[in-house]
Nanobody
Framework: QVQLVESGGGLVQPGGSLRLSCAAS????????MAWYRQAPGKERELVAT???????DYADSARGRFTISSDNAKNTVLMEMNRLKPEDTAVYYC??????????????WGQGTQVTVSS
């Protein structure tokens, strides 16, 4: 079993910054990719940013230029620095990790989410 622990959410004013962290633990043979999703009330969960084990990154248009995703492969941790936050960034942010649990087997795991609220 794989567990994801997220942290770093909170309340910030527009224009402020937050740094989200997600650490994966458990039966992990290797990590294929990590990502951050978010979901606002009444809306579908959407992809914000992703990073592969090789370091390739991609961002949603709304995040590109403001958010930076990175990873520490040795610690199975994914980070996301969020700058110049806007009220529309308010959502629950979920960590997503695609892992190989053992040879021949892989699966996707989700964290419980961390609340980000951007308000004055």
């Amino acid at each position: 079993q794989v567990q994801l622990v997220e942290s770093g959410g909170g309340l910030v004013q527009p224009g402020g910054s937050l740094r989200l962290s997600c650490a994966a633990s458990g039966s992990i043979f290797s990590v294929k990719s990590m990502a951050w999703y978010r979901q606002a009330p009444g809306k579908e969960r959407e992809l914000v940013a992703t990073i592969t084990n090789g370091g390739s990154t991609d961002y949603a248009d709304s995040a590109r230029g403001r958010f930076t995703i990175s990873s520490d492969n040795a610690k199975n941790t994914v980070l996301m620095e969020m700058n110049r936050l806007k009220p529309e960034d308010t959502a629950v942010y979920y960590c997503n990790v695609w892992v190989r649990t053992r040879i021949g087997y892989s699966n996707v795991y989700w964290g419980q989410g961390t609340q980000v609220t951007v308000s004055s």
